[in-house]
């Protein structure tokens, strides 16, 4: 069973503009969330993560909102540039599985120029 | 400072063939993951070790896929014998108590015809 679920596979937006990348769990032992950024041929990269006691974490153009009665989590960037077009993967951590992490199937994000 | 290194980046085999890949985590960092990347799971973990002990191979496909990791700078992952459906692209990943994030190396991308 999937228990972290990336449901839209691709996304396209346009240069400037927000992307949203969104995220859904089903374990309510899931206390840690993180996104991930992976370009082709290279390996995944840590972006941004959030504690499940908090519902907002920003860094720069790069904000992950969670919603923990949904069990949802969102990737927002602003603005979108080029570099921007990556695979993003979201992770979850459960407060018994030590540094184990479970990873979404990925969504691609394409900026458009 | 060296990130995880992975070995080798692409390897094309024949079906039935045995396959090693390998592994050297970051200095210093005890717990070691296994992933592999497919487009309908996303990053699927296959087995993880701490102090070089396996802890959770739980996600190890069949028994034609082994792990070992005699040491702290050293991992491989064994496949024996090799099918078409196990072409993909392997991970490593390493990290420590120290930190909520995973490192991940650059993967080998395996083909077996």
């Known amino acids: 069973d999937q228990q972290v679920k990336q449901n839209s596979p691709s996304l396209s937006v346009q240069e400037g503009r927000i992307s949203i990348l969104n995220c859904d769990y089903t374990?309510?032992?899931?206390?840690?969330f993180l996104w991930y950024k992976k370009y082709p041929a290279e390996g995944p990269t840590f972006l941004i993560s959030i504690s499940s006691i908090k519902d907002k974490n920003e860094d720069g153009r790069f904000t992950v909102f969670l919603n923990k009665s949904a069990k949802h989590l969102s990737l927002h960037i602003v603005p979108s540039q080029p570099g921007d077009s990556a695979v993003y993967f979201c992770a979850a951590r459960s407060i018994q599985g030590a540094q184990k992490l479970v990873f979404g199937q990925g969504t691609r994000l394409t900026i458009n120029p | 400072d060296a990130g995880v290194i992975q070995s080798p980046r692409h390897e094309v085999t024949e079906m039935g063939q045995e396959v090693t890949l390998r592994c050297k985590p970051i200095?210093?960092?005890?717990?070691l993951f296994w992933y592999r990347q497919t487009m309908m799971r996303g990053l699927e973990l296959l087995i993880y070790f701490n102090n070089n002990v396996p802890i959770d191979d739980s996600g190890m496909p069949e028994d034609r896929f082994s792990a070992k990791m005699p040491n702290a700078s050293f991992s491989t992952l064994k496949i024996q014998p090799s099918e078409p459906r196990d072409s993909a692209v392997y991970f490593c990943?390493?990290?420590?108590?120290?930190?909520?994030?995973?490192?991940f190396g650059p993967g080998t991308r395996l083909t077996v015809l």
């Open positions: 374990n309510s032992m899931f206390d840690y």
């Open positions: 200095s210093g960092h005890d717990y």
């Open positions: 990943a390493s990290t420590s108590g120290a930190y909520n994030e995973q490192f």
